[in-house]
Structure formats: structure tokens, C-alpha cells
């Protein structure tokens, strides 16, 4: 402890020294809201430093290395894999990028916008609003632009415009390898083919290969037009026919299509003040989706509702009725209900969150075989799923009720375990569709990752971060 | 020599032995195509072997390790960089993919395809075609599957479809470790963010980190109403305007937007027999841009000229004529000219090819420097670009007459050193935009890539390809 103490002594001041000013701080003297898991709990950390440049991240990187301090490099800290939660209160550093925060600067002629990665999505958005464009990764947080890049964050609305790896041009970043060195990728281009892709590595690295410094990002024309709509469909396979029908009829005009059980729908409208049931009847349909299609000037919401009825009309050409209600509704309202489940659910009781994904059509065969296995096993539990249908993801988000017995230890991993096992094993499915790899799905990375990936990935970790850096260990 | 000859003969042993067939046979009994350089020459090669399978990939490769021989992984041939020709009459071994053809297998309900890496971009159009889909990249090549990833190709539909990355879910490859390792990441899932992501290391690999195998694909709907035009900007801003303009009114329903000079233009027009000249006058602009919008059963013809109408009126709303003309036509005439521009040019004369690119609100400041510079150091060339304005791609395409003297050895590498330096030292560009890294502008990859980026490079070619395969050094 008194090495460690000591070594923490002289990591501050060398790191003030060099910056001038009082830097490294006490995690205490930080805020709580550093050491906190946006999931609930809390993790521990000796202190806390908030470098204001690329060079700065690169003498905390080199100083650390020196100390054998570890870092965890940390954005707006919301997370939900814990990668940027620090857990040693005696030893780990808290290394937040909330300071390279100066304002995006946005070419509109490249339709691009190079930004710090201290940036939150909202201001990044804010600024590109601006200039008629925007960064259309669609989440219910706010994180900042270093975590985007690092869990490649995707949300509602990648059906369109995909993830972040999808929209990153450019990148800089600190590699932890003793020295701070500069890795700069910051060209804003859109093609660029000039050997092995380096900077994709960094994408859903979870701040384990290096510190994200800056990104150039691909921007779109902000939608000016939109219309939203529910569907409640007659049948489970009718979810994908429909999606496919609106593909083939309004192509990108459709920009989100969003699978909701019942039992989150209500959840939402019970629990969440803001949201009012849309459903005229007041009975909350068992399952609905959240249908989105929108445009630029170009477009009109007379034609945007004609390509979904256009649509709807060649599903229901086969001769039995698929999609038993279709309610167009504000499109702001629509999202409230859709963005207002994930806090329900967390007023319901204790969220168990499995992001998992698969090919489309399987959707409904995995949700089927899910809620099935669960009710056998774990019968208090309640079924509040939701997610991307458009992509394949499943927020397959289970709670457990307050009303509940308090669960036995380990419950919660034995629910996880059984989830990722029918989605692994059974539907070729991933066990992190968009959340990433961190200290809260390690054990899953390890189990369901082989082991030749498992060895590549630690001598990449072991090139890029021989310093180590972060809370990920690739080698499993 | 004797040595090689007997390493040789020692391979062929084991892989007929193994796969009970003349499996490797000599190059010149499997045709003078297997040596050909796309852009003109000729490799060496000692023998040629086409696995039929996954399994005989990894005997290939198993088998050459032990042996000391050196395969140069090929798909159909057609890059434009040399990374699959073969240099070495008495060592290099093709391994061609042509035999991994099986019909590829088309998933409508994920909108996706499994296909094998010897399969033709055509053939996999052809059928995903029949499910009323494509793969949408648009090249003037027919490559293989396998080549269009180890090239990350792109093309010409990049500004609505992407590369090959954004339209890969999943990848096989074999590793070149000596053992013949297979990496199965086939899961076809859009979102799987389950660690680092290893696949993205081979696209744009140029064959020299393993053996792609087979892939799953995204595919788009097929578009149903296309409608093409020739705009004639009257200066060179209106260019990246018109561009602007376009993607703000249509959003995706702007699937290309091709730049042309006169020069190329009139190539095609006077050597390429099939291509008529679109312009009434007879008269060729020094340049033009070929814009195309397309769309789905909901789309049609009327509208899509109504959003290229109605986002050119709001540039002529400035007080100046931009665009000097708009020639609509019909799209397959349209682009028969721009895909014979390659074709025209080889008949010209000999052919140095330049595939920069740069941020698009750059490209016509750095087009104008390059004709410059290359007029005043190189009278006798012709300049003749074209390419990607839509995503800041050019390729500065320069004709040696066949009228002009004799070029003194090294010209076209001095002609092209002058290009890259200032499109990668002034304009902070790419000197390889989409056809990748290969013996052909190695020297230019030593050249810009940085210290840094080179070594980590070079330790990824470690970890993944020990045993080496194909003819690039990531190290420089």
C-alpha cells in the first residue's frame, strides 16, 4: 500500500509539474459521479485527472506508465458495461476526457466534423444543427464522442444511417505503450485504402488499446420531414414482413423500425409521467413497432404516409390481415413511450439487461424460445423486451419485480448465462449486440469468444497497449 | 534453384495426395491469366493450385508453410495494385479462389448474403437479383468476392452504399500461422459488438494477412426507377455545391455523382465505339458531372427529376447561373460513357493511374494545382481525370500518347511521385482511395505512412500471417 501511496505521490507531481497546475486531484474531491456504473453500483479509485490536450493525454499516459499507475480512460461515464468504471481504490486513475470539449468544428462542403472527445453527442449534434446536418446515432444517454467511438455505439436509428465505425473518417489516439505515442489517423476522408485500417481496432475498444483524443465524423442532412407511426402486427412473423416490405417500398426514407413488448409499453405509459397510451382503447397490445420514415426538403409527410400505407398494402395482398392496427401518431410523442423504457423498467425493479442480437428473421423464433425458457426458470421475473428490429438487436431487458423475493446471490449471471446460451449456441446470435465488452460482460466475452480470436486479440492488445491500459483483458 | 524444386515438388505431393487429385499443376498448364497484371506487364509464378474448400484452403496453407513456399492468394485477377500477381518463376504459388463458387445463398428476411470468396460480383448480383436485391458495389471490374474485400473495393456508389466494410457482416479466413488456422466470424448479424473486431483487419488486407473464404454480405434493395443527368457547372464551385444541394433535397435517393473532364469525356467518345456523344452541340465541356437518383416501387421518375430540379433552383437562387446545363438522359447511356472512360484511355495511349483522394470541398482546389504542376513538368501527358466526387475520390488519370517520345526509364514513377506529394504533402489526401496497397505503389506506402503505424502494422503481420502470404509488406 505505501508503494502504491508513493507511487500515486509522484505520478501528481510529475503531472503538475509538467501541466502547471493542480491536475491530479483525489477522487473524492472529483465527484461521485466518476466512480459510479450507470447500471447501479459503484466502483473505487485513488484519483482523478482531466488532461485539456492530446499532449496532455500523452504525458498522464507516459507519466502512468512510468508510476505503474493504471488509467481508466472515461467519457461521460453512462456506459453500461462497466468499461469505464475504475475498481482499485488504492491504485487506478480516473483519466476523463471531459475537458477536450472545444467546439466541433463542421465542414459542410465534406459533410464531416473533426471533434474532441470529451464531446457530448448532444452538443456535437447542437453545433451540427447549425449548419443542417447532423450525427444520427440515436441513444436514450448522452455520452460523449470518445465512448461512442469506443463501445462503436449504434442505437435506433442504424437501420439508416448505422454505427459509429460506420461514420468515423478519422481518428487520433494515445497508445498506452510507456512512451504517449500519437497515433494520428485525422485525414477527413471518405476513401482511404492505404494499408491495414488501423484505427478501426479502436472502434469498440472499450478504452483498453488507447486513449481516443479526437475523431472526424461523418455528418448527414438533418431530416426535415417525419412521420411516425405504431403497428401492431397480427402475427410474429408479420414484424419482419413488414420490415422488408417498407425496405423494398420507401428504401432509406425508413429510419427506424422498433420492436416494444407489451409489458415495457406499459410499463412506460404506468410509470413514466410524460408518456400518454397511445393506444385509442387503452389496452396496450402485446407487442407493437415503432415505425419512423423521414426526409429532407425534398420530401412530404402526404408521400412519406403513402409509402408506408404502399408498403402495409403488399403485406396484407396475401390474403389474411398482418398488421392489425396502424396508428400514426406526433413522431415526439411515439419516441417518448419508445426512449421512456428503458427508466420504467428501472422504476419496475431490478433491470437484468441482455443485449443480444441476431440475423432478422430469427427474431421471433429467438424472443419465443427466450420467453419460454425464462418463465420455466425463473417464473418472478417479468418479460419487458424491446429493441431494433431493423437490425437484429434485442434489448431482451428482464426485471425483477420489487414485489419479489429478494434473489439468491448470483441470480442475476444464472439469468444472463441461460439468455446468452440460447442466443449463442442455439441462434448464432451475439451476447453484446451494441453495449460493448466490459468488467460486467467479461465472462461472457471469455466463454463465447475462441480461443484462436482470443489469442490474436491479447497480441494485439499486447502491440497497441503494452502498458495496458483500461478494464478489458482480449486475451480473455 | 534445386532446393525450391524440390520444396516444390514436396507440396504438390502432399496436397494430390491429400485432395486425390492433380491438385497443383504448373502455371503454365493453368494459363497465361493467372500472371497477367491488370494495369499491363506480366508476373512469374512456379505452379497453381485452386482449392475447392475451406478445408483444402487450410491444407494449402498448412502444407506450403512446411514446405517454404509462398502463395499469393487471387481472386478473379482484376486489382489494379499487383497484389495478387505472382513475381517468383521459381517459388510464388497461386492460390486461386475460382473453385469457392458454390451459388451464394441469399437470406431476404436479413437482407443478406453467404458467399464464397471465388464467386464474381456479377454472379452474386445476378442472384440476389431474383429476391429483388444487390450487392451495390459498382465497379468497371467483375472481381471475386475475396478480392473485392482484400481491396475494401468501393466504386462508384460509394456516396449512398458504402465500401465493402460498411456492407460486411461476416468473414471466414484462414490464417497463414503454419497451421492453417480458420477464423469463423460467418454470424450473420448487423450489430455484434462482442471485442475487438478482428475481421476488420482483412478488408483492405491485399491478400498478405490470411485467405478469405467466404463472407456474409449485406445486401439493399434492388432500385426500380433510376433517372440520370449530365450537369455542366459553370465554375468549379458549383461542383461541391450542386453535391451539397443534392444530398440535403434527395437525401439517399442520390445514389452517384461522377465527376468527367473534357478530356476523358472526348476519349470515350471518339475510341469507344458503343459510347455516343450526349451533348447537342457536339461540343464537349471541359467538364461534367453525372448525377444519378434512383429509388424503389414507392419512388418514381417524375419526382426524382423534380428533386434534381428543385435542388438546383435553390443554387440559381444566389443570383448566378451555376450550372451552366442540364442534360437528362437515359442512365445506361449515361453511364456507358463514364465506364468507358478506363477502356478509352488504355487505347490513347499508356496509362498512369493515380487514385487520390481528398476532402470533397477540396477537390477542385487540388485539381486545378495537380494540372499545374504536371503541365508545366510534363508537357506531353495528357491529363484526363475522373472519378468520385461524391466521396472526394479522383482518379488523376495521366496518358503517354502513343504519338509522344519514348518515356526515359522511371518517368511514370516520377510522374506519380509528383501527384502523391502533393496530394498527400499539400492537400493532406490519400495516394490510394480505393484500389489498395500492392508491390505497385509500395514505395509510396513507405513513403507516407507513419513510423508508428508501420511498426504496429508490422507486428499485426506477425501475429496474424507468421508464416507470410502474399506480396505485401505492412512494415514497409
Redesign the interface.
Known amino acids: 500500500m505505501i508503494g502504491r501511496a508513493s507511487d500515486l505521490a509522484r505520478f501528481k507531481r510529475c503531472i503538475d509539474d509538467a501541466t502547471g497546475r493542480n491536475a491530479v486531484i483525489a477522487i473524492a474531491q472529483a465527484g461521485a459521479a466518476y466512480v459510479e456504473d450507470a447500471r447501479g453500483g459503484c466502483g473505487h479509485a485513488a484519483a482523478f485527472v482531466a488532461p485539456r490536450s492530446t499532449e496532455e493525454v500523452s504525458l498522464v499516459l507516459r507519466t502512468a506508465a512510468e508510476c505503474g499507475i493504471r488509467l481508466i480512460p472515461q467519457g461521460a461515464n453512462t456506459g453500461l458495461v462497466a468499461a469505464g468504471v475504475p475498481e482499485d481504490a488504492t491504485a487506478d486513475v480516473v483519466l476523463s476526457l471531459r475537458a477536450m470539449n472545444r467546439r466541433p468544428s463542421i ?6 466534423a473533426c471533434v474532441e472527445a470529451g464531446v457530448r453527442l448532444s452538443t456535437l449534434n447542437s453545433v451540427a444543427a447549425d449548419a ?1 446536418l447532423c450525427f444520427p446515432i440515436d441513444l436514450a444517454a448522452d455520452p460523449s464522442v470518445g465512448g461512442l467511438i469506443a ?2 455505439a ?1 442505437g435506433a436509428k ?1 437501420l439508416r444511417y ?2 459509429v ?2 461514420n468515423l473518417l478519422g481518428l487520433e489516439v494515445v ?1 498506452a505503450d510507456g512512451h504517449g ?1 500519437v ?3 485525422m ?12 484505427k ?2 479502436f ?3 472499450s478504452g483498453s ?1 488507447g486513449v481516443i483524443t479526437r475523431a472526424v465524423l461523418a455528418l448527414h ?1 438533418l431530416p426535415t420531414v417525419t412521420v411516425a407511426a405504431l403497428l401492431v402486427p397480427a402475427d410474429h412473423d408479420a414484424v ?1 414482413d413488414a ?2 416490405a417498407l ?7 425508413l429510419t427506424a423500425f422498433e420492436g416494444m413488448s407489451g409489458v415495457a409499453m406499459q410499463a412506460a405509459v404506468d410509470l413514466v409521467s410524460s408518456v400518454r397510451n397511445p393506444f385509442e382503447s387503452g389496452d396496450v397490445p402485446e407487442f407493437a413497432v415503432l415505425v419512423e420514415l423521414s ?5 412530404s409527410e402526404t ?1 412519406l404516409t ?2 408506408l400505407a ?2 402495409l398494402a403488399t403485406l396484407e395482398s396475401h390474403g389474411r390481415t398482418r398488421i392489425a392496427d396502424v396508428l400514426l401518431g406526433d413522431p415526439a410523442r411515439l419516441w417518448a413511450l419508445r426512449h421512456a423504457i428503458p427508466d420504467a423498467l428501472r422504476r419496475r425493479g431490478r433491470v437484468i439487461g441482455c443485449d443480444v ?5 430469427q427474431l421471433a423464433a429467438l424472443r419465443t424460445r427466450l420467453i419460454e425458457a425464462v418463465r420455466v426458470t425463473w417464473p418472478e421475473v417479468e418479460i419487458c423486451d424491446f429493441g ?1 428490429v431493423g ?3 434485442l434489448h431482451f431487458n428482464l426485471v425483477w419485480p420489487r414485489s419479489a423475493r429478494e434473489p439468491a446471490t448470483g441470480t442475476f449471471d444464472a439469468i444472463r448465462t441461460q439468455v446468452f446460451e440460447i442466443v449463442v449456441k442455439e441462434f ?10 466490459g468488467p460486467r460482460n467479461a465472462a461472457y ?1 471469455r466463454r ?3 480461443s ?2 482470443l489469442r ?2 491479447a ?3 499486447r ?2 497497449a503494452p502498458a495496458r491500459i483500461g478494464r478489458v483483458d ?1 486475451g480473455g
Open positions: 465542414d459542410v462542403a465534406n459533410r464531416s443542417g463501445a462503436n449504434a442504424f448505422g454505427d465505425r460506420r497508445l505515442t497515433l494520428d489517423f485525414k477527413p476522408l471518405w476513401k482511404n485504402n492505404t494499408g491495414i485500417d488501423l478501426q481496432l472502434v469498440g475498444s488499446l442532412p419482419v420490415l422488408v425496405e423494398r417500398c420507401a428504401g432509406d426514407a426526409g429532407g426538403p425534398g420530401e408521400r403513402e409509402l404502399q408498403a442480437s441476431v440475423s432478422r428473421g431494433h437490425d437484429g438487436g448464432g446470435g451475439a451476447f453484446s449486440a451494441e453495449h460493448g465488452v466475452y463465447f469468444t475462441g484462436t480470436a490474436l486479440s497480441s494485439i492488445q502491440a497497441l482480449f
